[in-house]
């Protein structure tokens, strides 16, 4: 992999990895991701800010031999999680580096890779470290997205590495973003997948970047920003309470009366004036009903009952939607059944995180009859006049 160059003294020496289709066995990656890691040259140390997922490794050993390396006096890991932590034990191996950890990720290096807590070295908030000529800054961040997530801040370069936070899984050539509306869905992905979950946090730490107001940020996936309040723009949109008057319809139907209802819900609302997003789960990919979830103010939920039950997809997906934890502001559930079962009550225990307010499901014993299709207007019904009267929802 190429050399690239940041800034002055900084050099990105990851790997771009266009083929990797799907991250912890869940998330897909439809645009492949990258693996950024930097190298920092001082006048007296050099540093290397994160390294790079184990299936990569030789090539960040390479761009270090390429560029004459022999001793590394530090490398922070920003994160724990592999795809940064990953290479650590092969660069203390060939390069001596102390790693620079906070508190948490002490715990998490030294647990998830082969890393002893002697050949770690803990910096506190605020902390600076000397390179000699230049000055490197800690800014402990949790949960952006695990509880040991820190940034690094390069003062004389004005750069600032924020891990995962900000990033992108999307492969490019590009060092830097050069056209966000080429990024702005991946990088929307991304959030939804990895950051919605921690919005609140998200949302605090866009004021703490915004206030540094650095030259350039480098995430540790995806192309770089030298114009950061792109990305904070869209972050912040992304974190806000306001919700669209969207309704994202999930769902899966075994012999067509469960698909009915959808439909027949869907021509409702869209006569309603709702926006309204469908997602047939046994074919869509879930980082695109994700990114829906961002600024949809209402879930319905379609399933079948099958063995007493939802459908098994769908009990995945309303467990994983609730994971995702969206500003959803409504809740409800359509679906048809046989002779019965607990479907109701599975799905709304299963997203008791959402602080959603349930509207009346409707289930239909078999393919819906009239009285059904009556209900699901005025499911309809009610969903478009919440909606008009929340002003949150616009
Ligand atoms: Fe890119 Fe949480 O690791």
């Given amino acids: 992999m190429t050399i690239r160059k940041v800034s002055e003294n900084v050099k990105w020496i990851g790997s771009i990895d266009w083929d990797r289709r799907l991250f912890d066995e869940l998330i897909p990656l439809p645009d492949g991701t990258s693996y950024n890691s930097y190298f920092v040259e001082g006048s007296e140390k050099n540093m290397l800010i994160d390294t790079i997922d184990p299936t990569k490794r030789d090539e960040l050993m390479n761009n270090l031999r390429k560029l004459g390396v022999k001793t590394i006096d530090y490398v922070v890991a920003n994160h724990g999680e592999q795809d940064h932590s990953g290479s650590l034990r092969q660069i203390i191996d060939e390069f001596g580096a102390e790693v620079l950890v906070n508190e948490r990720g002490k715990d998490t290096t030294t647990s998830m890779v082969e890393v002893d807590s002697d050949e770690t070295r803990v910096v506190e908030d605020g902390e600076e470290i000397s390179l000699g000529d230049l000055d490197v800054e800690f800014m402990i961040a949790p949960w952006v997205h695990w509880p040991d997530t820190m ?15 900000l990033g992108a899984h999307y492969a490019t050539s590009k060092l830097f973003v050069d056209d966000f509306e080429e990024l702005r869905k991946p990088a929307k992905r991304y959030f939804a997948e990895i950051m919605m979950p921690f919005a ?99 879930l319905v939920v379609g399933s079948p009952m099958v063995l007493g039950g939802a459908h098994p997809v769908m009990f995945y997906v309303s467990y994983l939607a609730n994971a995702l934890k969206p500003n959803t502001k409504y809740l409800s559930v359509v679906g048809s059944f046989g002779w019965g079962g607990r479907m109701i009550n599975q799905l709304s225990d299963n997203t008791k995180a959402l602080s959603a307010e349930l509207i009346e499901p ?21 969903i478009a006049q919440k909606h008009e009267n929340n002003e949150n929802v616009t």
Avoid at 236 to 263: L, Q
Wanted: include cysteine; aromatic fraction near 8%; hydrophobic fraction near 35%.
């Fill in 362 to 382: 409707v289930t239909s014993k078999g393919y819906p009859d009239n009285e059904d299709l009556e209900s699901l207007d005025e499911l309809a019904q009610k």
């Fill in 151 to 165: 940034f690094t801040y390069l003062k004389q370069d004005d750069v600032l590495f924020t891990c995962d936070y």
């Fill in 200 to 298: 609140s946090k998200s949302k605090s730490y866009i004021e703490d970047v915004r206030e540094l107001d650095p030259e350039i940020v480098a995430p540790s996936h995806g192309p770089l920003y030298d114009d950061p309040k792109i990305i904070l723009d869209a972050y912040s949109r992304w974190v806000n309470e306001e919700m669209k008057n969207k309704v994202v319809i999930p769902y899966v139907s075994m012999h067509g009366s469960t698909e009915k209802m959808v439909e027949y819900l869907t021509d409702s609302l869209i006569d309603k004036g709702v926006e309204v997003e469908l997602f047939h789960m046994t074919s869509s990919d879930i980082g695109e009903l994700a990114m829906a979830l961002v600024d949809a103010a209402t």
